[in-house]
């Protein structure tokens, strides 16, 4: 029984999902996972087309060939992976944080489209043990 939008008997009622506002059962659950599918694509897309900009601009800077100078101890110090990654994470923050969101994010809702995918070829909804 749907209690928050349509006050009515749902088919396999499976939950009401606040991000879409909608109640999702046995009549609209395959577009909920089409749902889910697109959004993990769209975020690892995204991740993807950033650690190619990211790639791009170390390899047209030549980040790796560079060393760079440590104000702590006054030395110079040869690019390894750590210093390249603060250096991007210095100079390009936001996208830096866009793309970490856009990953992270993407492996939380593949794992929650693997679960409602497990889910839906043993038969059973959230609801159900």
């Not at 040869?78 to 992270?104: D, H």
């Not at 409602?116 to 038969?123: D, F, I, Q, R």
Request: aromatic share 22%; net charge neutral; charged share 15%.
């Amino acid at each position: 029984f749907d209690r928050i939008k349509y006050h009515y008997i749902v088919p396999r009622y499976d939950h009401f999902c606040g991000w879409t506002y909608n109640t999702y059962g046995e009549e609209n659950y395959r577009w909920f996972l089409m749902f889910l599918a697109q959004h993990v694509t769209m975020c690892f897309y995204g991740s993807y087309v950033s650690a190619l900009l990211f790639y791009d601009e170390i390899q047209q800077k030549k980040l790796f060939e560079l060393t760079f100078f440590d104000r702590a101890t006054g030395e110079t110090v040869k690019a390894g992976y750590l210093i390249v990654f603060q250096y991007l994470f210095a100079r390009r923050t936001l996208e830096a944080c866009v793309f970490t969101v856009m990953f992270v994010m993407g492996i939380a809702l593949a794992v929650f489209l693997g679960y409602h995918v497990y889910l839906t070829s043993v038969g059973q909804t959230t609801n159900e043990n």
